[in-house]
């Protein structure tokens, strides 16, 4: 193997792996507009920092997906750099899942030609499974971020609804702009506030609790006063 290049200004220090990583990932993005985000693209971007197919399969044993996987997280990273910055406490929750959205969107944004084309990657059959677990990696992110501190089954809703609004988000904001990214994140916020409004005032356990008064009864016989 050969030593690290020089590596751009985003690259984190750390070991060689990971120094390596970051260096393919900046030649991936340079590459992909032409390329596309596939085997040739991860052969090249990786030919450029020297490395030869059995380092490639060292470093990125899973090729483009794993490339796709480093882009997803360094698209996370500068995005909770720019929310460091703003006070998530001083905001009210519907604003602070816009704000993180918001500055994820831009995040991506950024290398939009790459990001573009790991979209697609990711769109692929074979890749939706990688897809969902990054939006589910950068869920988990914001709404830390936004102050979530649940533990019990909440904290799985949460991050599921929020994979749900950043999916067709983060698409939309490659495809078809910030301004109906925007506006499609403010109208599903909406949406999801006026379910947990709604259903705050619902007893879900009141049919349950009636089964059991029956069976109750059935067993034992009325109870008397």
């Not at 507009?33 to 052969?43: D, E, F, I, V, Y």
């Not at 399969?57 to 997906?65: F, H, I, W």
Request: net charge neutral; hydrophobic share 45%; proline share 4%.
């Amino acid at each position: 193997m050969t030593d690290a290049p020089h590596l751009s200004n985003e690259t984190p220090e750390g070991d060689w792996g990971d120094r390596m990583e970051q260096s393919v990932l900046d030649a991936a993005v340079r590459l992909a507009p032409a390329l596309g985000w596939n085997s040739r693209m991860t052969r090249k971007a990786c030919a450029e920092n020297g490395l030869s197919p059995g380092d490639e399969e060292l470093l990125l044993p899973n090729g483009a997906r794993d490339l796709a996987a480093l882009l997803s997280r360094r698209h996370d990273d500068r995005a909770l750099a720019v929310l460091a910055g703003v006070d998530a406490k001083s905001l009210k929750m519907r604003e602070r899942i816009a704000r993180a959205v918001s500055a994820r969107m831009e995040a991506g944004a950024a290398d939009l030609d790459a990001t573009r084309r790991c979209a697609a990657f990711l769109a692929l059959p074979t890749n939706a499974d990688l897809g969902l677990k990054l939006a589910w990696e950068s869920a988990d992110h914001l709404w830390h971020w936004a102050g979530d501190t649940a533990t019990d089954w909440n904290h799985y809703s949460k991050r599921a609804i929020l994979s749900g609004i950043l999916i067709p988000a983060l698409t939309m904001r490659w495809f078809d702009g910030r301004e109906a990214a925007e506006a499609f994140v403010a109208a599903r916020i909406e949406n999801v506030m006026s379910f947990e409004k709604w259903k705050a005032g619902k007893d879900f356990d009141a049919p349950l609790r009636k089964v059991t008064d029956v069976l109750g009864r059935m067993r034992y016989g009325a109870k008397t006063r």
